[in-house]
């Protein structure tokens, strides 16, 4: 048989590793809903993704556009699109961070 102070415990610390996940989760959802901006060519591309890295949208300045360097064209869209993936991932460890660093030695979670 369970010590009386056995079983309480660990339900609560089963309760307690429940409320992380669902504070985990939601954390996960306000990040997929909140959009990032990121620039390359001192403002001439802007892209916008979400805190999840989905690319929502972009923004190509007229005088980026050259017909005949459409590489350099590509290069600021790729720039932009990493910048803003970038900042994503920073806006990620902020908000994710404190919920999963207890978390990382507990089997199962993948993290």
Same mark, same amino acid.
Request: hydrophobic share 40%; net charge negative; glycine share 12%.
């Given at each position: ?8 415990n660990m339900q609560q610390l089963l309760q307690?590793?429940?409320? *992380? ?23 001439? @591309? ?8 989905e690319l929502r949208a972009l923004v190509i $300045?007229?005088?980026? @556009?050259?017909?005949? $360097? ?7 869209? @790729? ?20 919920l999963t660093q207890g978390l990382g030695g *507990? ?5």
């Amino acid at each position: 048989m369970f010590s009386g102070g056995g079983q309480p415990n660990m339900q609560q610390l089963l309760q307690q590793a429940q409320k *992380m996940q669902q504070d985990l989760a939601l954390a996960q959802e306000e990040l997929a809903r909140t959009e990032v901006d990121g620039q390359a060519g001192g403002g001439l @591309v802007k892209a916008t993704v979400t805190g999840s890295g989905e690319l929502r949208a972009l923004v190509i $300045d007229p005088k980026a @556009v050259d017909p005949e $360097d459409t590489e350099t064209l590509a290069d600021l869209v @790729v720039a932009a699109v990493q910048a803003a993936n970038e900042n994503a991932q920073q806006l990620a460890q902020q908000k994710l961070g404190p919920l999963t660093q207890g978390l990382g030695g *507990m089997p199962g979670l993948p993290f």
